[in-house]
């Protein structure tokens, strides 16, 4: 009878987590330490980009995370808003600042990469305005979740957000291609970079993508933890209350 | 529900000189920008249409937060979840009625202010077309999040930092179609974009604004 499921209990959920997050938190090191290392110090520069194409190495697991982050909140929305597990809206409530910080440290490390080889912190290019715009729809989900003060209607409202929300960031998404195309002529600034990495660079990338996604694993499990006490000691204080 | 949208219509006219509230501050902004950036009538007709959809989208933001909230307090919207019409019908009128009440007068004005930017000639049809075709899913998107905040107290910045994002694609293809017909290009490929937005919007959203309704009565 084992099934997904049962980890909808908290009771359950905290127990396997208390027992699987040690290891997690290992793991997640192991990889970030070799990824970040092998890349930084062990990896040659780049002909025409110099030592500043190391900067792929925080940049391309960011904005992979920044996404799926925000495909996991809109998976744990559906299951809440479906079947009523109060850990799958702690989970999507718990990854959505991990998801908005990992948004911001492409953009950040993006500009920072962008000024050396674009000659610009910034250009309004579809990929950059797309994810300007994701970081203001994790903004918006956020700020709900904090100006609803009953936990059940902020969960509700919350996932009813982040569904149509979902829907309206594809559509930006492409909406903004279909913009740029019309004021500039041709992708010049857009670095299509998996397809032309050489080795070199891909494998210590892939360990840095595997670090940064147990990286979310661990903090999200960790965050929804807190959550979950958070909850706990709510109802403790609203018996003591009554009592 | 003809009922209902006549009886939203009629308070939107009359009941405290909010009506032509958005039409003013439309005007406003218009009137703000050759401040902001020159009298150059070479740069204001190049950014005419992009301002001039800006100017409705703020302006029909305003009066989004009124849609829900008189109601959510005088307990009329309790009758209306109860009432024998489904609340996703509520909803579609709620909005239709927001959207004549403050949006439509924006639409047919917006000619005489693309005269006061030195919009091209060209661009005058479009400009109309673009607004009415989607200023609808404004209205929509705006009713939707008017209904995830309609219980918080001070919901308004909430309001518009929800709210937005979501306009993204509207404003994209809506700017877009008018830049291109006053450069007398192609509009086709914008404007059916637009429309289907529009549509898919009155198609679904109601059902969302509905559902965040029911979760706020609760």
Same mark, same amino acid.
């Not at chain 2, 307990?75 to 403050?102: N, Q, R, Y």
């Given at each position: ?5 049962? $980890? ?13 997050? &040690? $290891? #997690?938190?290992?793991?997640t090191v192991?990889a970030l330490a070799?990824g970040l290392?092998?890349g930084f ?11 500043t194409v190391k900067i792929i190495y925080l940049h391309v697991p960011a904005a992979l995370m920044a996404i799926n982050a925000w495909f996991m909140m809109l998976?744990a929305s ?13 989970a999507a409530k718990a990854a959505a600042p991990i998801g908005m910080t990992m948004t911001l440290i492409a953009l950040i490390t993006g500009a920072l990469w962008g000024q050396p080889m674009w000659?610009t912190y910034w250009a309004w290019d579809p990929r950059l305005t797309t994810f300007l715009i994701l970081f203001l729809f994790y903004l918006g989900y956020i700020a709900l979740w904090a100006a609803?003060?009953? &936990?059940?209607?902020?969960?509700? #409202?919350t996932?009813?957000l982040c569904?149509?929300g979902s829907?309206f960031a594809l559509?930006s998404r492409?909406?903004v291609?279909?913009?740029n ?8 600034l857009s670095l299509?970079k998996e ?6 660079? $891909? #494998? &210590?990338l892939?360990?840095c993508i595997a670090g940064f996604v147990l990286l979310f694993i661990t903090l999200v499990l960790l965050r929804t933890?807190t959550e ?16 | 529900?003809? *009922? ?28 703000? =920008? ?65 959207? =004549? /009440? ?15 930017? !030195? ?12 607004? *009415?075709?989607?200023?609808? @899913? ?8 008017? /209904? ?9 910045l909430l309001?518009s930092l929800l709210v937005l994002p979501l306009?993204v ?39 969302? @604004? ?5 979760? !706020?009565?609760?």
């Amino acid at each position: 009878m084992a099934s997904i499921w049962q $980890y909808a209990n908290p009771q359950k959920f905290m127990q396997s987590t208390t027992a699987v997050l &040690p $290891y #997690l938190a290992v793991l997640t090191v192991a990889a970030l330490a070799t990824g970040l290392i092998w890349g930084f110090f062990f990896t040659p520069d780049d002909y025409k980009q110099g030592s500043t194409v190391k900067i792929i190495y925080l940049h391309v697991p960011a904005a992979l995370m920044a996404i799926n982050a925000w495909f996991m909140m809109l998976v744990a929305s559906l299951i809440w808003f479906v079947r009523r597990h109060h850990v799958s809206a702690l989970a999507a409530k718990a990854a959505a600042p991990i998801g908005m910080t990992m948004t911001l440290i492409a953009l950040i490390t993006g500009a920072l990469w962008g000024q050396p080889m674009w000659g610009t912190y910034w250009a309004w290019d579809p990929r950059l305005t797309t994810f300007l715009i994701l970081f203001l729809f994790y903004l918006g989900y956020i700020a709900l979740w904090a100006a609803i003060e009953s &936990p059940d209607i902020a969960a509700d #409202l919350t996932s009813v957000l982040c569904m149509v929300g979902s829907v309206f960031a594809l559509l930006s998404r492409y909406a903004v291609n279909f913009w740029n195309q019309g004021l500039h002529q041709g992708a010049s600034l857009s670095l299509d970079k998996e397809e032309n990495v050489a080795d070199v660079f $891909y #494998l &210590p990338l892939l360990v840095c993508i595997a670090g940064f996604v147990l990286l979310f694993i661990t903090l999200v499990l960790l965050r929804t933890r807190t959550e979950i006490r958070a909850r706990r000691l709510q109802a403790l204080i609203a018996r003591e209350r009554m009592a | 529900m003809i *009922a209902l949208f006549t009886r939203d219509l009629a308070l939107a006219i009359r009941a405290g000189g909010g009506f032509g509230l958005g039409l003013a501050f439309f005007l406003i902004v218009t009137v703000l =920008v050759p401040f902001g950036v020159g009298p150059e009538s070479g740069i204001l007709s190049t950014i005419a249409p992009g301002i001039l959809w800006i100017g409705a989208l703020l302006s029909c933001l305003l009066s989004l937060d009124r849609i829900f909230a008189l109601d959510f307090e005088d307990g009329s919207l309790d009758l209306l979840a109860t009432a024998p019409i489904p609340l996703e019908g509520v909803v579609l009128m709620k909005a239709a009625a927001h959207w =004549v /009440a403050t949006v439509l007068p924006l639409v047919l004005v917006s000619p005489v202010l693309g005269l006061l930017l !030195n919009l091209e000639p060209a661009g005058y049809s479009w400009l109309v077309i673009s607004l *009415a075709l989607g200023t609808p @899913a404004l209205s929509m998107i705006g009713t939707f999040g008017a /209904a995830l905040t309609v219980g918080l107290k001070r919901g308004g910045l909430l309001l518009s930092l929800l709210v937005l994002p979501l306009y993204v694609p509207t404003l994209i293809f809506g700017a877009e179609t008018v830049k291109r017909g006053a450069d007398g290009l192609a509009t086709g490929t914008p404007t059916l974009m637009l429309a289907g937005i529009t549509l898919g919007t009155l198609a679904l959203l109601p059902f969302a @604004a509905a559902a965040a309704i029911r979760v !706020n009565l609760r």
